[in-house]
């Protein structure tokens, strides 16, 4: 299974780091997808991350503001939020992703952590 | 960047009703387009990929077809624990992008 933590409250401008663990598989053999769902609404595709941590993408929503990275040797991956906005209050999650499109591609996902953004 | 748009973004339906929902691509994307349901408080679960490959454990009466611009969810016999939200989403090239959503609901 997969874990996000870091989530809480936060004021606009303020940052926020996010963490994803695994357990029952090792996380260095997987591209991170970070998704995020705003209460109420749809689900939106946030940043990804390569294994090896040489490719990083993100959506025009995060660009310049958030930053994904991983630490293999600690199993980890993390997502910076920066410059938070009201408009990035969702629940952050992350999902495994082997590479390639098969049985386990998007298959496990976090249970999420919420990121609220409020003064 | 590839926009998708996901219609309807609300139904009303019946069990055993057949249900359709569609996906449509701003280009080309293949066959890189994958089906996900939403149960409220739930974690997304992912139901197909690459567009018509149906994940194990997901009830033959989902399916999908379509390829380039024009996907389409078919639910055959709809089931009282299919009332909920779908979701399409593009995996061509990044950035990946969800449909608006479809929310089913009975009639």
């Known amino acids: 299974q997969l874990m996000e933590t870091g989530g809480g409250v936060v004021q606009p401008g303020r940052s926020l780091r996010l963490s994803c663990s695994a357990s029952?598989?090792?996380?260095?053999?997987?591209?991170i997808q970070w998704f995020r769902q705003a209460p109420g609404k749809g689900l939106e595709w946030v940043a990804a991350?390569?294994?090896?941590?040489?490719?990083?993408y993100y959506a025009d929503s995060a660009k310049g503001r958030f930053t994904v990275s991983r630490d293999n040797f600690a199993n980890t991956v993390a997502l910076q939020l920066t410059s938070l906005r009201p408009a990035d209050t969702a629940v952050y999650y992350c999902?495994?992703?082997?590479?390639?499109?098969?049985?386990?591609?998007?298959?496990?996902w976090g249970q999420g952590t919420l990121v609220s953004v409020s003064s | 960047d590839i926009q998708v748009t996901q219609s309807p973004s609300a139904m009303s339906a019946s069990v055993g009703d057949r249900v359709t929902i569609t996906c449509r691509a701003s280009?080309?994307?293949?066959?890189?387009l994958a089906w996900f349901q939403q149960k409220p408080g739930k974690v997304p679960r992912r139901l197909i990929h690459t567009s018509y490959n149906l994940q194990g454990g997901v009830p033959s009466r989902f399916s999908g077809s379509g390829s380039g611009t024009e996907f389409t969810l078919t639910i055959n016999g709809l089931q009282p624990e299919d009332f909920t939200t779908y979701y399409c989403l593009q995996h061509n090239s990044y950035p990946w992008k969800f449909g608006q959503g479809t929310k089913v609901e009975v009639k």
């Open positions: 999902v495994r992703d082997p590479g390639y499109v098969g049985v386990d591609w998007l298959d496990i």
């Open positions: 280009q080309d994307i293949g066959n890189s």
């Open positions: 029952g598989f090792t996380l260095s053999d997987y591209v």
């Open positions: 991350i390569s294994i090896d941590g040489s490719r990083k």
